[in-house]
DNA sequence: TCTTCAAGTTGTACTATACAACCGACACTG
DNA sequence: CAGTGTCGGTTGTATAGTACAACTTGAAGA
């Protein structure tokens, strides 16, 4: 993709050529990745939607949090965090604790049965990701996932992720 | 990290937990990125939604295809295609050529609204993009980009993109 | 011709999401 | 202690994107 930043006939800032390819070829991936993905894990785990098991593995890598941290987390209106939350409960896959100190806070925590779902759907999502990625030198992989955790990190408020 | 491959509590393929840690992060990354990208890519630019962007897109580069295509390239009913045209065709940056051949189908076209339109939204993500990365060395972006085309050259179908 | 298939459209339903309005519980501050 | 603001969360409403199934129309073969 060497001429990326001709295809929509607009020119690009000197001095900055390769660079500017790769940041065109970022965004192109980015995007093409973010368009298919909720749909595939949508049929690869009907049990659990992307929402739902990207929710259920924060709650368990923090080992509980309330609603508003999921919320902020995932740039995700309070509202919809709310709803996620309630049909998580009424699977049974999530249990709210009233916080002794604040009784407005709902500290959320996995059930058993929760942990168990995630367990299984994490399994079938890497053996999907494993098999995707099998030939890939290690060096690679651990490469790209820092790259992919630095791009995520960045702090701006929607500025760029699709 | 580095406790990736124990968070569901199962055991993991032997000789490969530095690969195995850095699978889980790609995986993890990769679905965080993909919740947010939607979301953010509406708030930039409320004229063309993400799914719109992305088929104009490929309208341009292949100049001028079918909706089965569309729908073939991006894993998508061609019911969705179907609407989506429709909703293009209605704010007019595409356009419909009945096939001359078989009647059955329609080549569909940019207009030049639609490559107005398409340009405009290119810069300013390429914008936001460059921003998010202007820190980046260059030799990074380059292998970044590289490592999420080779990523998504994957054919499966869905096998592991979210 | 009759059947089968391919391209698209339409009906219906569901998920994810945002925004706005609201409620209840804290936390200050006068 | 009352008044005011703030924070966590829920609910009402609207919208986009999507799938699946049923259907229409046109093309291609048996």
Not at 24 to 30: A, D, L, P, S, Y
Not at 62 to 72: H, Q, S, W, Y
Not at 86 to 112: F, I
Not at 117 to 142: G, M
Request: proline fraction near 4%; hydrophobic fraction near 35%; include cysteine.
């Amino acid at each position: 993709m060497t001429t990326a930043e001709m295809r929509d006939g607009t020119t690009v800032t000197p001095g900055g050529s390769a660079a500017d390819t790769a940041v065109e070829t970022i965004q192109r991936e980015m995007t093409v990745f973010a368009r298919r993905a909720r749909a595939s894990a949508g049929r690869m785990h009907p049990e659990l939607t992307l929402v739902s098991y990207t929710l259920l593995g924060h709650l368990e890598e923090r080992d509980g949090c309330r609603a508003t941290d999921l919320a902020a987390h995932y740039a995700l209106d309070k509202s919809t965090v709310s709803r996620q939350v309630a049909a998580l409960e009424r699977t049974g896959l999530v249990e709210r604790r009233v916080d002794p100190e604040d009784h407005r806070v709902q500290v959320l925590h996995l059930t058993e049965a929760g942990r168990r779902i995630l367990a299984q759907v994490t399994e079938s999502r890497r053996t999907a990701f494993r098999e995707r990625l099998a030939d890939w030198p290690e060096e690679d992989l651990t490469r790209f996932a820092a790259y992919l955790e630095r791009y995520n990190a960045w702090p701006g408020p929607g500025t760029g992720e699709g």
